[in-house]
């Protein structure tokens, strides 16, 4: 069975750390390009950043850039997003996808889905 199981969130002061986990069960990660999004409240759904499947190509949405690092364990099978100098504003749940064809297309064209993980930033 394929699945992405995402981890690593909850509540952080802002200006505070937190290191999402996606973790790849039933295909092997490094045959997938890999996208992170988030959902606030309220807000639609949007890309933040992306991963390719040899870590050769690294995107990063501009709200986040020099914030939050993407990288990945191809042995682990699992893709990291580390988010540093967290902001109220990083408040959403952060999913995780997977593509096998394309490096950061739209969101509709990803092949697999987390469940998502809530990071809240507050004090």
């Known amino acids: 069975q394929v699945q992405l199981v995402e981890s690593g969130g909850g509540l952080v002061q802002p200006g505070g750390s937190l290191r999402l986990s996606c973790a790849a069960s039933?295909?092997?990660?490094?045959?997938?390009?890999i996208g992170w999004f988030r959902q606030a409240p309220g807000k639609e759904r949007e890309g933040i950043s992306c991963?390719?499947?040899?870590?050769?190509?690294?995107w990063y949405l501009g709200s986040v850039k020099g914030r939050f690092t993407s990288s990945r364990d191809n042995a682990k099978n699992t893709v990291y997003l580390q988010m540093n100098s967290l902001k109220p504003e990083d408040t959403a749940v952060y999913y995780c996808a997977a593509d096998r064809r394309f490096f950061c297309p739209p969101a509709a064209e990803y092949d697999h889905w987390g469940q998502g993980t809530l990071v809240t930033v507050s004090s």
């Open positions: 039933g295909f092997s990660s490094d045959d997938y390009n």
């Open positions: 991963i390719s499947m040899r870590h050769d190509n690294v």
